[in-house]
């Protein structure tokens, strides 16, 4: 995976590619085996899982209600396992309540819902300002959060990470499970962003 800043590559990104290296030398570990490890997170994984359950919990009063008891499993039955997944715990916004997902010391995330972690996410910019000055993080991502809205930030760990069930848009009574998956972003489970009402053509549309 190359780390586009500016070509010069980061310490972690070396420090990988070294230690794969070493690993491949050495005869434990082929190279492709790795590479089809990072496509699966990163291609065929991706955020549309969460978008998947998402959409359910908006559909389905007991699967919502068992989503954010148990999370982890609710999850599983889904049929999303794996790496990085052995917890997960399911935050759900409210009009009154926010919640907002960050991994202050690294990039703990929810692989099994949401893939990999996207690049901002692991910046040091929003580790350290998601907990300092959330508010205006989230302006940042362009939500304008009511001033009597309580925000919640949940600092992911190696053992707990965490999904954001995001608030089902007006506008969206009609829609089947598969349309509204379409609807939820990866930011809206992260917390930094709103799941945004379909646009009125497409809804005309349909
Ligand atoms: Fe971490």
């Known amino acids: 995976m190359s780390d586009g800043h500016h070509g010069v590559e980061s310490y972690a990104s070396a420090r990988t590619k070294a230690i794969e290296s070493l690993l491949v030398e050495k ?39 068992h989503l954010l008891e148990d999370g982890t499993n609710a999850i599983a039955d889904m049929g999303f396992v794996g790496r990085e997944g052995a917890q997960i715990i399911v935050l759900e916004n409210t009009g009154d309540v926010h ?3 960050v991994c202050t010391l690294c ?32 302006k940042d991502f362009g939500m304008d959060l009511a001033d009597s809205a309580e925000i919640r930030v949940w600092d ?8 954001v069930l995001p608030q089902r848009p ?18 809206s489970m992260v917390g930094v962003a709103e799941v945004a009402a379909p646009a009125v053509a497409a809804v005309a549309d349909n």
């Open 27 to 65: 005869g434990l570990i082929a190279s492709d085996a790795i590479d089809a490890i990072v496509e699966t997170y990163e291609q065929d994984i991706g955020p549309m899982n969460g978008a998947k359950v998402v959409a359910r919990a908006w559909c389905d009063p007991e699967y919502k209600k």
């Open 156 to 163: 992911s760990t190696a053992e707990v990470r965490y999904m």
């Open 99 to 101: 919640n907002m997902v």
């Open 107 to 138: 990039s703990c995330y929810p692989w099994p819902v949401l893939g990999l972690p996207p690049a901002w996410y692991k910046s040091f910019a929003y580790r350290s300002r998601a907990v300092s000055e959330p508010r205006s993080v989230l």
């Open 170 to 187: 007006e506008g969206t009574e009609g829609m089947s499970e598969e349309e509204l998956a379409e609807l939820v972003s990866r930011d």
